[in-house]
């Protein structure tokens, strides 16, 4: 198969190829495969390999220069910040009072329906029943939450990010199973990427590695896995707060004379409504409120508990090393029904004494509230993580804690789990069928991060086999007994989360898959650098002052839609940038790595390219006036550096770059593939070194008498001006409206999938323009067919 072709600034063979007509630089990654000639190529591409093999003698025998990543990586205040800030004691403080009110509620919400719903079908008959349901409910908490989640599910983390969209990232870092094929070498230079050291685990984990990234059915598997498990936590926020804002609510009906399930499911109806009206003000805001009344929850909790224990002894002394609020809880309300077998239906609020139902109702509604808060803020990630990996169509999001990344609001989910919720209410009208749909969720979630984790314990983590087996086998065994038992609730609303899986889930597959099609037909038409020298310096066309963004999806190759843009338009913009958004597969992007720089053509043509990479948890600036502004900054200093770096090595290199540059200026044009061995970036392990030697260079007060300055190279101080003078002119956004279809060969399905299903979220979600939020006046569209 064929190495992909990378772009580089490599500033070595830059004059010579310029002088001569010389074509864009680039070097060798093996992340992308194009076995197809480009359309745009006029042929007669000519291998010249005679004499490579002294000159990469020559160039192995150079001495270090400042790695390229380092020229490229400009640092840009503002844009970033808060993450990188280690945060002080009372924050922290702070941040952990405000999960538990988050995190926690979920939990500590679930005595209010666990055993109202084991017994709801179920007649007690005896102690033994009320005894083997609490063991049941002890020991699950024990053994799931605690020693899997706890001990062994958290320590996989992706730099301190969980769920599965997270394992499934940390796994992209080490295996390149993502089927989008935009991975360069650079992503692995990002500080926070961390690829563990060998072990002697690690010939095991290099076999899994090389199964995961030479199968494709293998690839598919795994983000079919990672996304139903996605799915199932976005059904678990329509379900949760539907059976938690219920089973608070039902306690009215044997309070209040009349209320009956009507009046129960309005007043849910209601309670749900302003729950997710106030999502728009943040997690951060919700957190600091109700926190304080999830602790008075959790001590009323374990007061009632203990109440209960306190009037039958016989259950302190069988589960006396229990001591937290929600056991507690269980364990009171074991003892009470122990006692009163006939109050099953209404379990909880039967065991609160009577002085204090209202106090207890008005905390168990907060408390549900604050438990679907959890669900409904945990969608919001699952959809934005899933959005930056390429699985979900581009939503608003909206930003709410100026402060605190991470805190996010996605108005078009937010209203749609609030219809579902409301649905879900008015149907089914009691907590027990409802119950039996969140179980079926909860387990199928606890499948998929077992398996996860699995993977990433032979992988990542190395340990030892015997070990990471043991984990699959002792949990994996208790969760699917206990999806046995539910899923023999099918007919009774188990259904529910099904379908609510199985419609995320196409919406997710359909758009990874168009997607993916998508950038393997632009990687198939990308224009030929031998059509580009054909054209010259103009373009072919007329160049005018201004600059002129182009948005495309390729990290390196001229997209097609360039030549759209030369064909329709009578005129094309002095300094052409292309832009590419990318989602690396790490939570967060240092700002001094963001962004990367190339070259594209020799220097008269003025085209660049520059390749923003964002983790899935990074704030992108709505702001198109910034975005400008740091973009100018940050190539004026990769200009500056540049000219920097070439200086330098003409002075102290300059026999041998002869030599080279005579080889290139005789060679003309050259093919990718000929040239790219001489250009591949050194190792990461030498950065250390080059950027010590860098901050020397730059203390030194002057270049050897030999070497021109840098503020009196002409060619630099002609480029300056040129791109002062275009951005003065202003800033235009080249967008490229494409329209993806199936070819006429195409398998019925994949034309209804492509045509119809991945045509409509594409034409219904939202678009580069309107992600930036630049003026209508500023964005110029041509349309593009992109034949999968």
Same mark, same amino acid.
């Given at each position: 198969?064929?190495?992909?072709i990378e772009e580089s600034s490599s500033v070595r063979l ?7 007509? &010389? ?36 160039? +192995? ?60 079908? +179920? ?109 199932? %936590? ?46 728009? /003000?943040?997690?951060?805001? +919700?957190?600091?409120? /109700? ?14 508990? #203990? ?40 379990? /909880? ?10 106090? %207890? ?82 387990? &199928? ?54 379908? /609510? ?40 066309t007329v160049r005018v002052p201004g600059v &002129? ?102 002075? #102290? ?136």
């Open positions: 198969m064929k190495e992909e830059l004059r010579s190829t310029s002088s001569s007509g &010389g074509g864009e630089s680039r070097w060798v990654d093996g992340s992308e495969v194009d076995s197809e000639s480009p359309p745009w190529s006029l042929g007669g591409d000519q291998d010249i390999r005679e004499g490579y093999g002294s000159i990469r003698r020559r160039l +192995v025998k150079k001495p270090k220069r400042v790695d390229s990543f380092d020229v490229e990586a400009m640092e840009i205040a503002g844009a970033h910040g808060n993450h990188e800030k280690d945060a002080s004691l009372w924050q922290t403080l702070a941040l952990a009072f405000q999960t538990l009110g988050v995190v926690y509620g979920d939990m500590g919400t679930s005595p209010l329906y666990v055993f109202s719903d084991v017994f709801s079908k +179920v007649t007690i008959t005896s102690e033994v029943d009320v005894l083997g349901a609490l063991s049941l409910v002890m020991y699950t908490i024990a053994l799931i939450p605690l020693m899997k989640y706890v001990f062994i599910v958290l320590k996989a983390n992706d730099n301190g990010e969980g769920g599965t969209f997270a394992l499934y990232s940390l796994i992209c870092r080490y295996a390149k199973v993502n089927l989008l094929p935009n991975r360069q070498q650079a992503d692995e230079y990002i500080s926070s990427f961390k690829l563990k050291l060998p072990t002697p685990e690690l010939e095991r984990a290099l076999n899994i590695k090389d199964a995961l990234e030479h199968k494709s059915l293998l690839k598919t598997i795994l983000l079919l896995l990672v996304l139903t498990g996605t799915s199932m %936590v976005i059904g678990d926020g329509i379900l949760t707060p539907a059976i938690s804002v219920m089973s608070a609510v039902s306690g009215l009906q044997g309070e209040i004379k009349g209320f009956g399930t009507g009046a129960l499911v309005i007043t849910s109806i209601i309670i749900l409504i302003a729950l997710f009206s106030i999502q728009r /003000f943040g997690t951060s805001k +919700v957190g600091v409120t /109700f926190a304080p009344a999830l602790s008075l929850w959790f001590f009323s909790l374990g007061s009632i508990g #203990l109440y209960n224990l306190i009037t039958s002894r016989s259950y302190v002394c069988r589960f006396r090393a229990f001591l937290c609020a929600v056991d507690t809880a269980y364990m009171g309300q074991a003892a009470y029904l122990s006692r009163h077998p006939d109050s099953a239906n209404r379990i /909880f609020y039967n065991s609160v004494p009577e002085s204090l139902f209202w106090p %207890v109702f008005v905390l168990a509604t907060i408390a549900a509230i604050i438990a679907s808060q959890a669900m409904i803020s945990a969608s919001f990630s699952c959809i934005k993580q899933s959005m930056a990996l390429g699985c979900f169509p581009r939503l608003k999001i909206v930003h709410t804690s100026r402060k605190l990344m991470g805190q996010i609001y996605i108005p078009v989910i937010n209203w749609f789990l609030m219809i579902m919720c409301i649905l879900v209410v008015a149907a089914f009208r009691s907590t027990t069928d409802i119950a039996n749909a969140y179980g079926i969720a909860e387990v &199928g979630v606890m499948i998929v991060s077992t398996s996860l984790v699995t993977l990433v314990m032979l992988l990542i983590w190395q340990t030892n086999l015997f070990l990471a087996l043991c984990f699959p086998l002792v949990f994996g065994t208790v969760e699917l007994i206990y999806l046995s038992a539910v899923l023999s609730k099918i007919m009774e609303g188990g259904w529910l989360p099904l379908v /609510f899986a199985t419609f995320f889930l196409c919406i997710m597959y359909t758009w990874n898959y168009g997607s993916v099609l998508k950038y393997q037909s632009e990687v198939r038409e990308k224009i030929s650098m031998d059509f580009m020298l054909e054209l010259g310096s103009t373009l072919g &002129g963004l182009l948005y495309n999806e390729l990290v390196q190759g001229i997209p097609s839609v360039f030549g759209r843009f030369l064909l329709e338009l009578p005129a094309i913009h002095s300094t052409i940038v292309f832009v590419c958004i990318k989602y690396v597969p790490v939570p967060v992007v240092p700002q001094d790595e963001r962004f990367l720089f190339r070259r594209v053509c020799p220097k008269d043509y003025h085209m660049f390219r520059c390749v923003a990479r964002y983790g899935y948890k990074d704030v992108r600036k709505d702001d198109h006036n910034a975005f400008e502004q740091l973009l100018v900054e940050s190539l004026e200093k990769f200009l500056r550096k540049e000219a920097q770096e070439f200086a330098l090595e003409s002075s #102290l290199q300059e026999p041998e770059f002869d030599s080279i540059s005579m080889m290139s200026r005789e060679s003309g044009p050259q093919d990718g593939d000929g040239i790219g061995e001489l250009r591949i970036p050194l190792m990461h392990d030498q950065r250390l070194e080059e950027e010590e030697t860098l901050s020397s260079q730059e203390s030194v007060p002057a270049l050897p008498a030999s070497v021109m300055s840098v503020d009196e190279d002409p060619s630099l101080e002609y480029e300056l001006s040129d791109l002062k003078e275009a951005t003065d002119s202003g800033f235009t956004y080249l967008i490229g409206h494409g329209d993806v279809r199936a070819k006429k060969s195409s398998w019925f399905i994949k034309k209804l999938v492509i045509n119809y299903f991945y045509g409509f979220l594409r034409r219904n979600c939202r678009g580069g323009a309107a992600t930036m939020r630049v003026p209508h006046t500023n964005i110029m569209q041509v349309g593009m067919t992109y034949m999968v």
